[in-house]
């Protein structure tokens, strides 16, 4: 295609021009949060036509988990930074999920005029940095992990069978026995530790077959239950209807649920909920993803950490060993998926898995 310089429009076009040139998704709210104008951007962002939505409630036309994210801050209007929220908002059966920063739109001094929200599309572009980054780092900590860990191996098992042989030459009731116990107990600790850490370097092949994710999701949260119940963990399934089969292996899929959850079971000590949730995008290259995703009401994660707690062995817990994400990133890496994660708004993490939907043979 080749693009002819044209001419730009009288003065009072131009504000129109901009807004439908801008990268930003751009939505005004009335005061009682009716939609008066979406830009280009926010239509395609959420693949709708504006002309269908101005008048319409907000919440009732994008339905989300946390609505919050088109109220500005008293304090917006004192001149600080408006925070951004990320919300996952359901469209018509479809849900997208966007990263918006609100601000009052105000005539004067006195006068509310209705909110200003841009927003961006968070799916793609910037999750897809932040986990390649993730990646990067996994790759040259994994190889030299992987020698490490073999060569720690050997030398190990030689030591706890010379601990064992020791032990066995003592009287019954000799308190050295014990002590002896007590040092092949932390050898067997690092023996598991070393075996994880194997998985992490040289991960088992996956066996793929074709699956429902959910009933992965709900086999997961059903191992859990005990936990919830003695926790106090409110669990809330919302689980896609019918998700188009994906390929995994259903195993070391259930293995990332699992480290994700008993995560935030250990980041909520005093109860609190959690909620599974499945669903189903398209990007606006094509590409297919069915969605997994955990939200917790824990204690979140310190801006500081969110960049480490993918890397081996960082871990805040005094029994962790810090591998738990690490494998997970590794696994879902393994099947072409990313993994993200995210501080809720209101308190609490969301961890998101995103693996592709096999595009059908010959097409569509
Ligand atoms: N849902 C969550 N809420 C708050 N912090 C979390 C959450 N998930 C992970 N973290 C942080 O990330 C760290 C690393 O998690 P990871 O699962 O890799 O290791 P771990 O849970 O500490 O140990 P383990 O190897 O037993 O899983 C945790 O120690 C914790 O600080
Ligand atoms: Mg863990």
Redesign the pocket.
């Known amino acids: 295609m080749t693009v002819r310089a044209g001419t730009l429009p009288q003065r009072a076009s131009i504000p129109a021009l901009v807004l439908d040139s801008m990268e930003v998704g751009i939505l005004v709210l009335d005061p009682r949060g009716r939609i008066g104008y979406l830009n280009r951007k926010a239509e395609e962002i959420l693949e709708v036509a504006s002309a269908e939505f101005i008048g319409r409630d907000v919440d009732e036309a994008f339905v989300s988990n946390d609505d919050r994210w088109h109220s500005s801050d008293p304090i917006d209007t004192l001149g600080a930074r408006a925070t951004q929220r990320e919300a996952s908002l359901k469209i018509g059966g479809r849900e997208v999920t966007i990263e918006a920063t609100a601000a009052a739109l105000r005539g004067g001094e006195e006068e509310l005029l209705g909110t200003l929200v841009t927003f961006t599309d968070y799916s793609e572009g910037e999750a897809d940095e932040e986990f390649q980054r993730n990646v990067q780092r996994l790759a040259s900590l994994g190889e030299l992990s992987a020698v490490v860990a073999h060569e720690i191996r050997n030398p190990l098992t030689g030591i706890r069978t010379t601990v064992q042989y020791v032990g066995s030459k003592l009287a019954e009731g000799d308190p050295k026995k014990e002590d002896l116990q007590d040092v092949i107990k932390e050898i067997d600790r690092i023996e598991q530790i070393i075996t994880e850490l194997l998985l992490f370097a040289r991960p088992q092949a996956a066996k793929t077959e074709l699956v429902n994710i959910n009933e992965v999701v709900e086999k997961s949260l059903d191992n859990l239950e005990l936990q919830f119940e003695e926790l106090k963990i409110a669990v809330k399934r919302d689980l896609a209807e019918g998700p188009p089969l994906i390929a995994v292996d259903p195993d070391q899929m259930l293995q990332v649920f699992l480290?994700?959850l008993?995560?935030?079971v250990?980041?909520m000590p005093e109860g609190g909920s959690l909620r599974a949730a499945t669903s189903t995008r398209r990007y606006r290259s094509g590409r297919r993803v069915v969605e997994v995703a955990f939200s917790?009401t824990?204690?979140?994660?310190p801006q500081d950490?969110l960049d480490k707690?993918?890397d081996p062995f960082?871990?805040?817990?005094p029994s962790?060993?810090?591998?738990?994400?690490?494998i997970s990133l590794q696994i879902v890496r393994e099947h072409g998926g990313r993994i993200t994660v995210r501080n809720r708004s209101q308190g609490?993490?969301t961890?998101r898995i995103t693996l592709p939907v096999p595009e059908p043979e010959g097409g569509d």
Do not use: E
Request: hydrophobic share 40%.
């Open positions: 480290n994700l008993i995560n935030s250990d980041a917790d824990g204690v979140g994660i950490n707690i993918f960082f871990t805040t817990r962790g060993t810090g591998l738990g994400l690490t609490g993490a961890f």
